[in-house]
């Protein structure tokens, strides 16, 4: 733990970095303004009717419910892969507060994470730029480009929102990278 001590300002600096790029990117460029496709009036009315009418609680469900595939003969399932299926989001009332505190102790969770990193690996605190900002800049790219990679193919994430969330990760761990290697010191 004397490592998050000794390195509080590279962990702090980073993850404000990034809280602030993140924040210009969602809501001054907002480039992933595309990143949903839009129903049709009706069909979003009749939607949102659905979910009040039937009053689905805030929670990620899945349709059909797969739990129930278990019992069921292969083709069965097979038959079932084949109808509609989906991921239904629904969100409660947005409180902008939370999700921006959360965000930012994420940040500072990747921050202690890479000055660990830097620490065991014996980064010198007197050394040139380029080797700790190398060694930072993947790690940070490591943390905020490759975690949701996955997860975005699985759910069927648009190619263009895969890469955008990509290329923001990417530009964040170099953020991070560049900071820490800035204030790196032992």
């Known amino acids: 733990m004397e490592f998050i001590i000794a390195h509080w300002m590279p962990i702090l600096a980073s993850a404000a970095a990034v809280w602030v790029a993140s924040a210009i990117a969602w809501m001054a460029i907002n480039h992933h303004g595309d990143d949903m496709k839009s129903l049709t009036p ?22 059909p419910d797969f739990k129930k595939c278990k019992g069921q003969s292969p083709e ?54 380029s080797h700790a900002f190398r060694v930072f800049g993947t790690a940070g790219v490591l943390a905020h480009a490759c975690g949701g990679v996955v997860c975005n193919m699985w759910f069927q994430e648009s190619r263009r929102a895969m890469i955008l969330n990509f ?12 900071v820490f290697a800035a204030l790196w010191s032992k």
């Open 42 to 63: 009706d069909a979003e009315s009749e939607l949102s009717n659905l979910v009040k009418a039937h009053n689905i609680a805030p929670g990620v469900y899945g349709y």
């Open 167 to 178: 290329v923001d990760g990417v530009v964040y761990g170099l953020i991070t990278g560049a």
């Open 76 to 129: 069965e399932r097979k038959a079932a892969m084949k109808e509609p299926m989906g991921i239904l989001r629904v969100w409660k009332p947005i409180n902008m507060g939370r999700p921006m505190i959360l965000s930012f102790l994420f940040y500072i969770f990747i921050g202690v994470l890479i000055a660990y990193l830097g620490t065991a690996a014996g980064i010198p605190a007197v050394g040139p730029f």
